[in-house]
């Protein structure tokens, strides 16, 4: 049986509605932040045990967040999946160059069983 604390960090409060339904669906316990200082703090004031990640954010994008995320001792450990409304193939180079930092890659509009489905992979692992 699925449990944890997820952190969504995303500009979007649609997108983090439809995530908070689907992953409380699941038992997750889910909290979630519109901005990347936000999300920084709250990762730090919660320490989640998996974070969603958009990357096109206005002001601090995905990729500053990860850094800072991955740069901090405190937090450094909690895995990341990535969010974006770009297929991976588009951000290719960006992407890669991130690649050993994160736990997974979805887009949006995503598939219910594939959030669900990477979600607990890395949970799981």
């Known amino acids: 049986m699925p449990s944890g604390l997820i952190l969504i960090i995303e500009d979007d409060e649609e997108m983090i509605s439809l995530g908070t339904l689907i ?59 990535m969010l974006s409304a770009r297929h991976y193939l588009e951000d290719e180079e960006e992407t890669a160059s991130h690649a050993d930092r994160f736990a997974g890659y979805i887009v949006k509009p995503f598939v219910v069983s594939e959030l669900v489905d990477q979600v607990n992979r890395v949970m799981s692992s």
């Open 23 to 81: 992953l409380e669906k699941e038992d997750y316990e889910v909290v979630s932040a519109t901005s990347g200082p936000a999300g920084l703090e709250m990762a730090r004031s919660h320490h989640p045990d998996l974070i969603l990640l958009d990357i096109m954010m206005d002001g601090m994008d995905g990729w500053e967040v990860l850094e800072i995320l991955k740069s901090d001792g405190e937090i450094s450990d909690i895995p990341v999946v």
